[in-house]
């Protein structure tokens, strides 16, 4: 995304970068990224730093020109899915044990290592 300011609307910046500001946070698909308050520059409008740095995007100025190039995320705080991959482990009597067989119910995993 090319910025003339760093202050878009917001309407400018959830069509460009397909990320939408609500409530909870700034969303996109089925991951959202909690926002702290001053996200929101004014109203209608976004706080392209603050954004840019909690949502991972790159942002890079071109001062002699008076703009700003908003790249995508790169990964960090966001998450692009909460599902396990498929993953088989020894149970306690080294039988083969798929996690998967757990699907629907909360799981607490502990490793320990003795090094």
């Given at each position: 995304m090319i910025l003339d300011r760093l202050d878009p609307g917001q309407d400018d910046f959830e069509r460009e970068t397909g990320w939408a500001l609500k409530?909870?946070?700034?969303?996109?698909?089925?991951?959202?990224?909690?926002?702290?308050?001053?996200?929101?520059?004014?109203?209608?409008?976004?706080?392209?730093?603050v954004l840019?740095?909690?949502?991972?995007?790159?942002?890079?100025e071109d001062a002699a020109r008076g703009r700003w190039a908003l790249g995508p995320e790169s990964g960090g705080r966001a998450l692009a899915s909460a599902e396990l991959p498929p993953i088989t482990l020894p149970d306690r009597h080294s039988r083969p044990f798929s996690l998967d067989s757990l699907r629907g119910t909360k799981v607490f995993m502990c490793a320990w290592a003795s090094w």
């Open positions: 409530p909870e946070g700034a969303c996109k698909a089925d991951r959202c990224v909690p926002l702290p308050a001053d996200a929101r520059a004014a109203p209608g409008r976004v706080a392209v730093r840019a740095e909690r949502l991972g995007m790159a942002l890079v």
